[in-house]
């Protein structure tokens, strides 16, 4: 297999669902991948629940599962 590195894609399971993603991704980059505001989002890696400083350290890899519970206002 010759892919690009910058081409080459992994599968993750992200709320529920499977989807294909750039490889080499923190959960950080993931969260601006999906244009997910990260100042009003929480992260479950794994079933780890994650602290927002934690996300530019943590490297999402092929399988993993990730849970982004997003705040909305409202009333």
């Not at 959960?27 to 009003?40: E, S, T």
């Amino acid at each position: 297999m010759s892919e690009d590195a910058g081409s080459a894609m992994i599968r993750v399971k992200v709320n529920g669902e499977i989807r294909e993603v750039p490889a080499g991704l923190t959960v950080g980059g993931l969260l601006d991948y999906f244009k997910v505001r990260k100042a009003a989002a929480v992260v479950e890696h794994n079933r780890i629940i994650l602290k927002q400083r934690e996300n530019d350290a943590v490297a999402v890899n092929e399988g993993d599962e990730i849970e982004i519970v997003r705040f909305v206002g409202g009333g």
